[in-house]
């Protein structure tokens, strides 16, 4: 591929390839949403710097590629799962090979009667009202180039429907993992979670592969939070560093409903993240949290809306990011309050260290209020480790690399003390002393 | 000699602050070094830490017979140099538990000795605390964060307890205590102090030297050693003030 328009042209060559490893999936009603995005798609343009959303992030890379979407079958180990694993943790395990749900390596425990934990593909064969009812209402295709290619080639993904009432008490972990053979692959997952009324879920996107080759995931996942439902999502973006990671997740929070969500991502070339959280309806809270560690020549950009449509909702955004060698970082977030949404309480804060003078990070938060009784407060830092902090650590004989390490986790401690989940937080601490201290 | 400085010169920012500093220190000694505001009590301090931002333009250090000048500041402290901080840095997020377990397992490392584990690292700070008087909430708090003065500087002798230094230097550990936490911190002193190791305290005023006993006193002004005696020369600065060596500085070499 050379440009922008023959990757278009690729993709719209490729969907008939797709079409024809979908067999009898082509009948069920669901796939005239393909169809609908694939000439969508013909429409729309490839991102560039110059569209405002992507001014700072260059995807022109991706061209030189022909990632294939419709991915060969791989086989990966158990060894090779249980290394993404936290440590002493029961759960119920969600494990996707190349974009494919894989049922030998997946496990249900404690499931509550009525909830379902599984493959969105199997839903959709099996026109499950849920998904009929929800899926791509809220991630809607619009603009979003990636998103319609996504539902254009819609096959799998993770899809979890906890019903009025219900408690899914352990957390469900998800792990999609990228094994490349010898072409180089797209995978496409299509996330649904929908928590019922009074219910209460927490889920783990964790995205991984156990080597470092050139892959492209681009996934969408919508999240819908009916009243009164508590949901917790954490991301953990552990891609081969060589990697194109595009994801786009939509949050949809009915009255009173509770969403928390916390971004852990250090792999991938590229990583773009669009979240979007909207309040339908009072009362609501919604956390966004992010911790990005990146190095060599990585890019990680998140851009984040927080849609205050109605009153009295809370929002509290914290992203924080590491930065090493020449890598590359952006953060846009933006905080809209509509003119209904009184008595709005919005916070946001981005906080950055630059452990090199080749790193470079574009912060820009955007408030943008149209009620007047409201509060909301935003502030972003971008600096370097405390020196004075470090040389008190190394006079007690402690080494660069120790001490280095100790502050960065100092750094990072908030983010990763407010998830709730102890065996993630030992993990995630890990990542930082492998990354900082070795 | 556990520590001999020999014509010591320091540059910060371009400005010399140190203009020539001999001092020989051996085991078993205690050495105080008075000095009015500026005169570059804590240069000297930092200088021998290992600070970047000083710059020695002349002169050696000698630390047991090796150039300590050419090691590192984690290498100082491993190598048994301590510095206690004239103002302790406060560090948001790091306890003062881990800090001291990082530090004594990288210096054990260094010697070549195995880690502590568990058990016997929380009852040595459990002991050491002690010393202090140091309340068991702080282990678990942030280094220095939202301490009083006499707080910070009681966690510094308490880290120096911990850390067992052949060479300590206390810059102005005794300035805004009151009468109780200065008793305390000297008594932590005092009981810290052997045959084996040196302390070198930094004080402005001579009210700390009836607690801690020094075998002599150095005053250092304008980056020079300008007097050195016994310890009634502190009794004699006291009574006569800074003034008396400001004006008697062209006399005096000893
Ligand atoms: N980091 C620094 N940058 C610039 N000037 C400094 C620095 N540290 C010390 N000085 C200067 O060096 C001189 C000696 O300071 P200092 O060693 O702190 O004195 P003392 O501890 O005896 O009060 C002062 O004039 C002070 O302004
Ligand atoms: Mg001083």
Not at chain 1, 9 to 18: P, V
Not at chain 1, 54 to 60: A, H, L, P
Not at chain 2, 36 to 52: I, R, Y
């Amino acid at each position: 591929m050379e440009n922008k328009t023959d990757i278009k042209q690729y993709f719209i060559n490729q969907f008939d390839e797709f079409e024809k490893s979908l067999n009898g999936e082509k009948s069920s009603d669901f796939h005239k949403v393909r169809k609908d995005a694939i000439s969508k798609f013909a429409k729309l343009t490839f991102p560039t710097q110059k569209d405002e959303e992507w001014k700072y992030t260059n995807v022109s890379s991706l061209l030189k590629h022909n990632f294939s979407p419709v991915p060969v079958k791989e086989n990966v180990s158990s060894e090779t799962i249980n290394k993404f694993l936290f440590d002493k943790m029961e759960h119920s395990l969600l494990v996707f090979v190349n974009g494919n749900f894989s049922s030998e390596l997946s496990k249900l425990i404690d499931i509550p009667k009525g909830v379902v934990i599984g493959s969105l593909a199997e839903a959709l064969k099996n026109n499950n009202p849920i998904v009929k009812k929800h899926l791509g209402k809220y991630a809607e295709n619009d603009n979003y180039f990636f998103t319609t290619l996504s539902s254009a080639f819609t096959k799998d993904g993770a899809f979890i429907y906890v019903p009025d009432g219900k408690v899914v008490e352990d957390p469900i972990h998800i792990i999609f993992i990228t094994k490349s053979g010898s072409e180089k692959i797209l995978t496409q997952p299509r996330n649904l979670f929908v928590a019922g009324k009074n219910s209460e879920v927490t889920i783990i996107e964790h995205y991984v592969s156990d080597e470092d080759s050139i892959y492209f995931t681009n996934s969408v996942t919508e999240i819908v939070a009916d009243e009164n439902a508590i949901v917790d999502h954490i991301k953990l973006q552990e891609e081969s560093n060589k990697a194109f990671h595009i994801a786009r997740m939509e949050v949809d929070q009915e009255r009173s409903s509770n969403f928390s969500s916390h971004l852990i991502s250090h792999g991938a070339e590229i990583s773009r993240n669009d979240f979007n959280a909207k309040f339908n309806d009072d009362g609501s809270e919604c956390m966004l949290n992010g911790l990005f560690m990146i190095g060599d020549e990585q890019l990680f950009d998140a851009h984040t809306m927080i849609d205050h449509a109605k009153p009295h909702c809370n929002s509290h955004e914290h992203y924080k990011g590491i930065l090493q060698d020449k890598s590359k970082g952006v953060f846009n977030g933006k905080v809209m309050v509509r003119q209904d949404a009184q008595k709005t309480n919005a916070f946001q804060q981005n906080n950055t260290i630059l452990l090199s003078d080749d790193a470079v990070m574009n912060t820009k938060p955007q408030l943008e209020i149209f009620a007047d009784d409201v509060k909301c407060s935003h502030g972003a830092t971008i600096g370097k480790l405390n020196d004075e902090a470090k040389f008190y650590l190394k006079s007690r004989g402690i080494g660069e690399d120790a001490a280095t390490a100790i502050l960065i986790h100092a750094f990072a401690s908030d983010v990763i003390t407010s998830i709730k989940i102890p065996a993630l937080r030992d993990y995630l601490e890990e990542i930082i002393t492998k990354r900082f201290n070795q | 000699m556990l520590l001999e400085i020999n014509n010591l010169h320091a540059n910060v920012e371009g400005n010399e602050i140190l203009k020539g500093i001999n001092l020989k220190v051996n085991a078993g000694e205690v050495h105080a070094i008075m000095g009015p505001n500026g005169s570059g009590k804590s240069t000297l301090a930092s200088v021998l830490a290992g600070k970047e931002e000083y710059e020695v333009t002349e002169g050696e250090v000698l630390y047991n017979g090796k150039n300590l000048l050419e090691l590192s500041t984690e290498d100082r402290a491993r190598e048994g140099v301590f510095l206690a901080f004239q103002y302790p840095v406060e560090i948001p997020g790091v306890s003062n538990t881990n800090l001291l377990k990082t530090a004594v397992n990288e210096i054990r490392k260094y010697r070549g000795e195995e880690e502590l584990d568990s058990m016997d690292f929380l009852s040595l700070l459990k002991e050491k605390s002690k010393l202090v008087e140091l309340d068991q909430k702080f282990l678990s708090r942030a280094v220095n964060e939202g301490f009083s003065g006499g707080e910070k500087k009681r966690n510094e002798i308490f880290q120096m307890a911990v850390l067992n230094p052949k060479l300590s230097i206390l810059d102005e550990t005794d300035s805004g205590l009151d009468i109780d936490a200065l008793r305390i911190v000297a008594n932590g002193v005092n009981k810290l102090k052997t045959k084996e190791n040196a302390t070198i305290v930094v004080t402005h005023y001579q009210r700390l030297l009836d607690y801690i006993i020094p075998d002599f006193v150095h005053v250092l002004y304008k980056g020079k050693i300008v007097k050195s005696g016994g310890k009634e020369l502190a009794l004699e600065l006291e009574e006569k003030g800074y003034d008396w060596v400001k004006s008697d500085k062209a006399e005096a070499v000893v």
